[in-house]
């Protein structure tokens, strides 16, 4: 296996990873993959975005059998089985994974186990587990190592009473109180599932609103809706000691302008962001490779300084402003690399338009484009459309009336530039808008696409009229 030369060796199993692997391999391309786990697919599919998602399933499904009766269906001593709802977690982890490892297969994918280093131009060393290793060689290599879980020096997880999200994901039981510290899409997913299954939840976000990136009219709704349902937010606020008590744990934060104050609870989860994964790759051997803070600087092709060598994911940086650390931003990188090394024309990625942005707390969030904000700055005058779900008429028969749709649209041209969801299937609704975006639509035209009736996408339809301020549903 020393002597084996491959095309094109991807380090990294997860979303970025394995689709560059499989595009690869869909090219032509001898390929194989490096990880350090058996199981493919990452933090996302093992840790991250497929594990939660599951236990929103769950808890959004236990809510609904709670409030049968509005819908006249009565479902009586309604409970939960923590046990079982982390069965179903690990069934949807196992089935995913399994997935990935017959479409690594189905391509002649070599999958090795093991961690990787680069050790040479083209040249990666795995090491396995017991310390055993091997060199492989190829023409190219991409870097696809993902993130983790940013910790804190005064809140360390332990495991039982202070988490990250990787501890949290697999907690025996769901805590009578919980502090998130972080509001960003891992802190309320988290408060969404904990709140559901009856915990009291408080969140703490050193920024002035919750979801700090969205639309902030967004961030708004969604602070409103937390709050009627019993979640409660502390922003502006910093955290700045975390006591363990035999109980449970006891914060010392301060909001913007008040003194410090003191709150309990029997948990705390810290999801103040994540890491880029790059110690130990060996990169510091190769100085026409640029690092920043731990992030592998690439150009708009995801090309490193050395011409063999590209990176996607977590762990770049293009240009000056924050990559997206989300799966399905890693996953079109894998692609453009996969293909740009098969010698096809490929172009950037506009990150500022083509980036889709979602939460999957209820309500869900979703977003694409540019926040009304933004779009100011660098289009000065423009024009925007709301409407409401308290509107549609779906809605209402679901019962999730809460939120709205916001468009926001170039005054000169009608350029559709940004659109963002608030409410019920928010994250499935979006992907008209992420079409309308990148084939730059004007708000007249998509006004002018019929939407089906009773769907809660006429929404999305009725906020491109109001961009015309021809809503005709309110």
Same mark, same amino acid.
């Given at each position: 296996?020393?002597?084996?030369?491959? /095309?094109?060796?991807?380090?990294?199993?997860?979303?970025?990873?394995?689709?560059?692997?499989? &595009?690869?391999?869909?090219?032509?391309?001898?390929?194989?993959?490096?990880? !350090?786990?058996e199981?493919?697919?990452?933090?996302?599919l093992?840790?991250?975005?497929?594990?939660?998602?599951?236990? @929103?399933?769950s808890? %959004?499904?236990?809510?609904?059998?709670?409030?049968?009766s509005?819908?006249?269906?009565?479902?009586?001593?309604?409970?939960?089985?923590?046990?079982g709802?982390?069965?179903?977690?690990?069934?949807?982890?196992?089935?995913?994974?399994?997935?990935?490892?017959?479409?690594?297969?189905?391509?002649?994918?070599?999958?090795?186990v093991?961690?990787?280093?680069?050790v040479?131009?083209?040249?990666?060393?795995?090491?396995?587990?017991?310390?055993?290793?091997?060199?492989?060689?190829?023409?190219?290599?991409?870097?696809?190592?993902?993130?983790?879980?940013?910790?804190?020096?005064?809140?360390?997880?332990?495991?039982?009473?202070?988490?990250?999200?990787?501890?949290?994901?697999?907690?025996?039981?769901?805590?009578?109180?919980?502090?998130?510290?972080?509001?960003?899409?891992?802190?309320?997913?988290?408060?969404?599932?904990?709140s559901?299954?009856?915990?009291?939840?408080?969140?703490?976000?050193?920024?002035?609103?919750?979801?700090?990136?969205?639309?902030?009219?967004?961030?708004?709704?969604?602070?409103?809706?937390?709050?009627?349902?019993?979640?409660?937010? @502390?922003?502006?606020?910093?955290?700045q000691?975390?006591?363990? @008590?035999?109980?449970?744990?006891?914060?010392?934060?301060?909001?913007?302008?008040?003194?410090?104050?003191?709150?309990?609870?029997?948990?705390?989860?810290?999801?103040?962001?994540? &890491?880029?994964?790059?110690?130990?790759?060996?990169?510091?051997?190769?100085?026409?490779?640029?690092?920043?803070r731990?992030?592998?600087?690439?150009?708009?092709?995801?090309?490193?300084?050395?011409?063999? @060598?590209?990176?996607?994911?977590d762990?770049?940086?293009?240009?000056? &402003?924050?990559?997206?650390?989300?799966?399905?931003?890693?996953?079109?990188?894998?692609?453009?690399v996969?293909?740009?090394?098969?010698?096809?024309?490929? =172009?950037p990625? /506009?990150? /500022?338009?083509?980036?889709?942005?979602?939460?999957? %707390? /209820?309500?869900e969030?979703?977003?694409?484009?540019?926040?009304?904000? !933004?779009?100011?700055?660098?289009?000065?005058?423009? !024009?925007?459309?709301?409407?409401?779900?308290?509107?549609?008429?779906?809605?209402?028969?679901?019962?999730?009336?809460?939120?709205?749709?916001?468009?926001?649209?170039?005054?000169?041209?009608d350029?559709?530039?940004?659109?963002?969801?608030?409410?019920?299937?928010?994250?499935?609704m979006?992907?008209?808008?992420?079409?309308?975006?990148?084939? =730059?639509?004007?708000?007249?035209?998509?006004?002018?696409?019929?939407?089906?009736?009773?769907?809660?996408?006429?929404?999305?339809? =009725?906020?491109?009229?109001?961009?015309?301020?021809?809503?005709?549903?309110?």
């Amino acid at each position: 296996m020393a002597e084996t030369q491959f /095309d094109v060796i991807v380090i990294g199993a997860g979303p970025g990873g394995y689709v560059s692997a499989i &595009r690869c391999a869909q090219n032509g391309l001898k390929t194989a993959v490096v990880d !350090r786990e058996e199981r493919p697919g990452g933090t996302c599919l093992l840790r991250g975005c497929i594990p939660t998602k599951a236990l @929103l399933e769950s808890a %959004s499904l236990f809510e609904k059998a709670k409030e049968g009766s509005h819908f006249g269906v009565v479902a009586k001593e309604v409970g939960y089985d923590w046990s079982g709802v982390n069965a179903h977690k690990e069934r949807v982890i196992e089935k995913n994974s399994k997935g990935v490892k017959f479409l690594f297969r189905k391509n002649g994918i070599e999958h090795l186990v093991g961690t990787g280093s680069l050790v040479g131009p083209g040249q990666v060393k795995v090491t396995k587990a017991d310390g055993s290793s091997q060199v492989v060689k190829a023409k190219h290599v991409v870097l696809a190592t993902g993130s983790a879980v940013r910790h804190i020096p005064i809140a360390k997880p332990d495991g039982k009473r202070i988490f990250s999200s990787d501890e949290l994901l697999n907690i025996g039981a769901v805590p009578k109180s919980l502090i998130v510290v972080g509001a960003g899409a891992v802190g309320v997913e988290f408060a969404s599932v904990h709140s559901r299954f009856g915990a009291k939840v408080t969140i703490v976000e050193m920024m002035p609103r919750l979801l700090p990136i969205e639309d902030e009219e967004i961030s708004a709704e969604f602070e409103k809706i937390y709050k009627k349902r019993g979640i409660d937010a @502390l922003t502006n606020t910093a955290l700045q000691k975390v006591d363990v @008590l035999p109980d449970g744990v006891e914060i010392t934060y301060e909001t913007k302008g008040k003194p410090p104050a003191k709150l309990k609870a029997e948990a705390i989860l810290i999801a103040t962001g994540r &890491r880029p994964v790059t110690e130990g790759l060996g990169l510091e051997n190769f100085k026409s490779v640029q690092m920043d803070r731990g992030y592998v600087k690439v150009d708009g092709l995801l090309r490193t300084g050395e011409p063999w @060598l590209s990176a996607i994911g977590d762990i770049i940086q293009v240009g000056a &402003r924050p990559h997206p650390q989300l799966a399905h931003i890693a996953s079109a990188e894998g692609v453009l690399v996969a293909d740009r090394i098969a010698g096809k024309h490929v =172009e950037p990625i /506009d990150y /500022d338009r083509n980036t889709i942005s979602a939460t999957y %707390s /209820d309500p869900e969030v979703a977003s694409v484009g540019l926040t009304e904000a !933004r779009a100011k700055e660098l289009y000065g005058k423009v !024009r925007v459309g709301k409407f409401p779900f308290l509107a549609v008429g779906k809605a209402s028969v679901t019962g999730h009336t809460d939120g709205f749709v916001k468009v926001v649209a170039a005054e000169k041209y009608d350029e559709v530039l940004g659109v963002h969801i608030i409410g019920d299937k928010a994250t499935e609704m979006i992907h008209e808008a992420a079409v309308a975006l990148k084939l =730059e639509a004007t708000s007249e035209e998509l006004a002018h696409t019929i939407h089906a009736h009773p769907t809660l996408s006429e929404g999305l339809g =009725e906020a491109f009229h109001a961009v015309l301020g021809k809503a005709t549903g309110i």
